[in-house]
């Protein structure tokens, strides 16, 4: 079973600029989740889909932050404009259920805001 | 507000060496807390749930288990693959389903 995929792995950008980030969640999982590690924090939550459907978006930080997932499969992160804040490991995550159960992690994506 | 602590922040054990990592929650009202491990450039790897004060769960050299206000991961006689960083999350009842991570702890072991 192929697991949840991340890309890019890594991205360095500068302040202003667009990035978007692609997470590919297990197939069946109708449950993604994205979250969000700063160096030297916790692990944060971002956003919950279940299917094409946004079910909790509470941690989303600010308004530069758009979050999509086409068709209930794969979802997209877009974060414009960045700023230096932003940088931080972004974990895309999916599930069959609710819950931490059986959350998969996919391998993130380092974003170095510059 | 929902908080979940790990202590210590960072452990070194020889081979062979037994210890325990500690997560303090509080949490109103527990669903389940969860053990992840994370080793590096790759994301959380679920290890265990717990749902239940009095319940544990075991995998290999790892035991978990859970207190009304605390979990503890043992591992039992090390070896160096066991070094990770190991993180553990509290999900509460009703609400959104969304667990409450804490910062880890990064075990390093050497042979």
């Known amino acids: 079973e192929a697991g949840v995929t991340q890309f890019p792995s890594h991205s360095v950008i500068e302040k202003g600029q667009t990035v978007t980030l692609r997470c590919d969640p297990i197939?069946?999982?109708?449950?993604l989740y994205w979250y969000r590690r700063v160096m030297g924090k916790e692990i944060k939550f971002l956003l919950h889909?279940?299917?094409?459907?946004?079910?909790?978006e509470s941690g989303m930080p600010n308004n530069r932050f758009l979050a999509e997932r086409t068709g209930g499969t794969y979802s997209t992160l877009k974060v414009q404009p960045a700023e230096l804040e932003d940088s931080g490991v972004y974990f895309c995550?999916?599930?069959?259920?609710?819950?931490?159960?059986?959350?998969?992690f996919g391998s993130g994506t380092r974003l170095t805001v510059v | 507000e929902d908080q979940v602590t790990q202590s210590p922040e960072a452990l070194r054990l020889q081979e062979g060496e037994s210890s325990s990592l500690n997560c303090s929650y509080t949490?109103?009202?527990?669903?389940?807390l969860f053990w992840y491990r994370q080793d590096p450039g790759k994301g959380p790897e679920f290890l265990f749930t717990?749902?239940?004060a009095g319940e544990e769960k075991e995998k290999e050299r790892l035991k978990a288990t859970l207190t009304k206000k605390e979990s503890f991961l043992h591992i039992t006689a090390p070896k160096p693959e066991d070094s990770a960083t190991y993180l553990c999350?509290?999900?509460?009842?009703?609400?959104?389903?969304?667990?409450?991570f804490g910062r880890g702890t990064s075990l390093i072991v050497h042979p």
């Open positions: 995550a999916s599930s069959e259920f609710r819950g931490g159960d059986g959350y998969t």
């Open positions: 949490v109103s009202g527990l669903r389940g």
């Open positions: 197939s069946g999982h109708d449950n």
């Open positions: 999350a509290a999900l509460k009842s009703g609400g959104s389903y969304i667990p409450t």
């Open positions: 717990l749902y239940s």
């Open positions: 889909f279940v299917k094409e459907s946004k079910q909790d």
